[in-house]
């Protein structure tokens, strides 16, 4: 009796999956001729307890309060045969074990449309306000900073709202907006270059309703850093409540590459000044989308990735790992992944920690025509990526404390290396 109605039910659930792509479709045809991308995403509060650690800056610091809260926010998105999801975090980095753990928590969830957990991105805003989910910032270097009973949470939550998001797809339109900015607030502290555009699409129902926005930008979030002891994810927080007032819908704030080092050069630790500057990355967004804004043509997903072994030659990391500051095996060489993937011609790529400027640029220069999206602190958080001259010449502005960060002058040649091989499979 129970084989009989586990097979019923399975017969069942294949007949409204096959259902529901039916009717998008049918849908399509019948209100949005053209359409083919489906889109759908939720979100859930990640707030640590009190008295956790706080990531960044010094050691044995811990939470008093909120602020603001940090979100988890997922997309899914589909084009009728490929899926793929995305997902940001208001965190400092999480490192690749734990994109493998949410990848196996998918696998045991069954999707209402052709989904495989391996085409999944988690990228990380980096607030310096969120919760210590790497180990580094717990009472001194004898303990790890992370709670094991938050870490399992944040993993479920993720998954839950990537599966969440698969249940509310909705055929979309989608159009996208480029600018060249200089907003007053961003600096580059180490080294004159700097990336200072910002892209983001925007998706929409067949009634305009705005479904969610992507938008990618460069700056650390690092206006409360060392000062509040209270939970905020800083300057995106400003950017999601202006967002959400203006466009409505969900808002995902896809952070860049920071490293080498870009930096809010207004910090006061105020946190009006912090929520005043992510409101005026948001008019910068809203506006490019009033002035600027572009249909994207495409709706065909692709996806590609590569399996990384990046070289450790900073022996710090190999220590760490080995004290179980961090929980991940770290030896000669620590296995990471580099994502590429595209929505029509809009290209995405991930860097796995915080790049130099430079990398930002260069990678999209291996991307055709279209919107460009270069996300740092992304599939994970192996610290900073410099070019290979901060350790040749430690006179350089900041290279002390660039390269103590790192993994190694050789781990910035092998994440481009891997990316022109990804984007050469296109």
Partial sequence: MNSYKASFLTVFSILLGSLFIFSCSKTT????TGLSLYVGVSKAQINPEMGSYIAGDAQNRVFTGILDSLYAKAVVMFDG???????????????????????????????????????????????????????????????SGVSP??????IKTISDQIYLAAQQLTPVQASYAETNHHLPWVENIADKEIDHTVTSIQFKDHEDRNIVTLTNFACHPTYLDAVVSEVSADYPAGFYKKMEETLHGEHLFLQGAIGGWIQPNNKDGQHSTALASGESLAETVIKAFSEKSRSLKGSKIQFRKNYVDFEVENETWKLLAASGLIDREVDKTVNSEIAWFSIGEAHFATHPGETAPFYSLETKKLMPDGPKFVLGLSQDALGYINK????????????????????????????MENLRILSNSQ
């Avoid at 045809?29 to 949005?32: A, D, S, V």
């Avoid at 009973?149 to 944040?154: D, I, K, R, V």
């Avoid at 040749?392 to 040649?413: I, Q, V």
Wanted: glycine share 4%; aromatic share 8%; net charge negative.
């Fill in 149 to 154: 009973q938050y870490q399992e949470f944040l």
């Fill in 388 to 415: 290979p001259e901060m350790f040749e010449n430690p006179d350089l502005p900041h290279a002390d404390y660039l390269t103590r960060m790192s993994l190694g002058k050789n781990t910035a040649p092998k994440m």
């Fill in 81 to 143: 045969e490929s899926s793929l999801a995305l997902v940001t975090v208001d965190c400092i980095g999480l490192m690749y074990p734990d994109l493998i753990k949410v990848r196996s928590e998918l696998s045991k969830m069954d999707f209402p449309i052709p989904f495989t957990p391996e085409s999944l991105v988690i990228s990380s805003t980096h607030t310096h306000s969120g919760p210590d989910v790497v180990g580094l910032w717990g009472k001194d270097y004898s303990q």
């Fill in 29 to 32: 045809e019948k209100e949005t």
